[in-house]
């Protein structure tokens, strides 16, 4: 009880409800979208720096391997039993969407568990970084291969897909490249690095994290308020019900089988609400990049809905929280 009332009076969480409450009422508040670019550029190099130090100041070990074994795995395995499932009830390229979606991860959901964690006074490995930016690219090319597999090969889409554009999309996204680069800087640097940026890294950190998260409050009411206005019919012929449904059910799923992962790799406490919150999230940055070039038949009015405007926000008010009750349970 005591996370979720910690996590319901920190200040980010606190300024997303805002961002929602600004769209509810109808208030002009916005942030710019260069702002928020500029934002989002800021958090990924902070987590990431941050990260790279810490790395450096450990040993890499079999623990920390498999680790990033077991994320790579989890990334590429989890699309396989979501497509079956939404496969039933949608078309082939909505499926294999949805399921590169939640088999890939939220960099900003990773940054506020982290920003969660400091806030708590829980310490993490800096190589939980590494396993954020490994478990970006499996998903979107299981994805693409169910697909590929079990649709219609002889679309348009089939014809003029490249697979070194999918590889390239997904390995060399702004997200990955930055968060990547600034942990092996950190990485490179070290503590010494660390001194000198610190007030950037550290100080400006929580306070920038407050308004970004205005700003993704803002964008996830919106989209869940357009999805439902919808003239096409709540995204396309896809029930709302359904949506929340797979939103909420298939991160608490993945966070289960995050769970039991992290459980068997001995984690410590924040390693392992890390691992889980990472293995929980759905991207919505990387994959519906990659999707537009390599499934334009897939509805972004589903997936991308489902990810920011339902599973990203459950995540950050209840799946946060509750992972982290869980993992202390365990432990």
């Given at each position: 009880?005591?996370?979720?009332?910690?996590?319901?009076?920190?200040p980010?969480?606190?300024f997303?409800?805002?961002?929602?409450?600004a769209?509810?009422?109808?208030?002009?508040?916005?942030i710019?979208?260069?702002?928020?670019?500029?934002?989002?550029?800021y958090?990924?190099f902070?987590?990431?720096?941050k990260?790279g130090?810490a790395?450096?100041e450990s040993s890499?070990?079999?623990?920390?391997?498999?680790?990033?074994?077991?994320?790579?795995l989890?990334?590429?395995?989890?699309?396989?039993?979501?497509?079956?499932?939404?496969?039933?009830?949608?078309?082939?390229?909505?499926?294999?969407?949805?399921?590169?979606t939640?088999?890939?991860?939220?960099?900003?959901?990773?940054?506020?568990?982290a920003g969660?964690l400091?806030?708590?006074?829980?310490g993490?490995?800096g190589?939980?970084?590494?396993?954020?930016?490994l478990m970006?690219?499996?998903?979107i090319?299981?994805?693409?291969?169910?697909?590929?597999?079990?649709?219609?090969?002889g679309?348009?889409?089939?014809?003029?897909f490249?697979?070194?554009?999918l590889?390239?999309?997904?390995?060399?996204?702004?997200s990955?490249?930055?968060?990547?680069?600034?942990?092996c800087?950190g990485?490179?640097?070290?503590?010494?690095?660390?001194?000198?940026?610190?007030?950037?890294?550290?100080?400006?950190?929580?306070?920038?994290?407050?308004?970004?998260?205005?700003?993704?409050?803002?964008?996830a009411?919106?989209?869940f308020?357009?999805?439902r206005?919808?003239?096409d019919?709540?995204a396309a012929?896809?029930?709302?019900?359904?949506?929340?449904?797979?939103?909420v059910?298939?991160?608490?799923?993945?966070?289960?089988?995050?769970?039991?992962?992290?459980?068997?790799l001995?984690?410590?406490?924040?390693?392992?609400l890390?691992?889980t919150?990472?293995?929980?999230?759905?991207s919505?940055?990387?994959?519906?990049?990659?999707?537009?070039?390599?499934?334009?038949?897939?509805?972004?009015g589903?997936y991308l809905?489902?990810?920011?405007?339902?599973?990203?926000?459950?995540n950050?008010?209840?799946?946060?929280?509750a992972?982290?009750?869980?993992?202390?349970?365990?432990?």
């Amino acid at each position: 009880m005591s996370a979720f009332l910690g996590n319901l009076g920190s200040p980010p969480l606190l300024f997303f409800f805002l961002g929602v409450m600004a769209v509810v009422v109808r208030s002009d508040l916005e942030i710019p979208g260069q702002v928020a670019k500029a934002l989002s550029l800021y958090l990924l190099f902070a987590i990431g720096f941050k990260g790279g130090v810490a790395l450096a100041e450990s040993s890499i070990d079999s623990g920390m391997l498999l680790t990033l074994l077991a994320a790579m795995l989890l990334s590429a395995g989890i699309p396989v039993y979501a497509f079956f499932l939404m496969r039933r009830r949608m078309s082939t390229a909505d499926a294999a969407a949805i399921a590169a979606t939640y088999g890939s991860v939220s960099a900003v959901t990773f940054v506020t568990a982290a920003g969660y964690l400091d806030i708590q006074g829980v310490g993490w490995s800096g190589y939980l970084v590494a396993a954020m930016a490994l478990m970006e690219s499996p998903a979107i090319i299981v994805g693409i291969l169910l697909y590929n597999h079990y649709g219609n090969r002889g679309s348009a889409s089939a014809s003029l897909f490249s697979w070194k554009q999918l590889v390239n999309e997904s390995l060399f996204n702004a997200s990955v490249f930055l968060i990547l680069g600034s942990m092996c800087i950190g990485w490179i640097t070290g503590s010494a690095g660390m001194n000198q940026v610190e007030p950037l890294v550290k100080g400006l950190f929580l306070g920038l994290l407050c308004l970004f998260l205005l700003d993704m409050g803002i964008v996830a009411a919106r989209r869940f308020r357009d999805s439902r206005q919808a003239a096409d019919g709540l995204a396309a012929g896809q029930p709302l019900r359904l949506m929340l449904a797979a939103a909420v059910g298939m991160p608490l799923l993945n966070a289960a089988l995050g769970l039991g992962v992290a459980w068997l790799l001995g984690l410590s406490e924040g390693n392992a609400l890390l691992f889980t919150v990472l293995v929980a999230s759905g991207s919505y940055i990387a994959v519906p990049a990659a999707m537009r070039l390599a499934l334009p038949e897939a509805n972004p009015g589903t997936y991308l809905t489902m990810s920011l405007a339902i599973t990203f926000p459950f995540n950050l008010l209840i799946g946060i929280p509750a992972y982290h009750a869980v993992i202390r349970w365990l432990l």
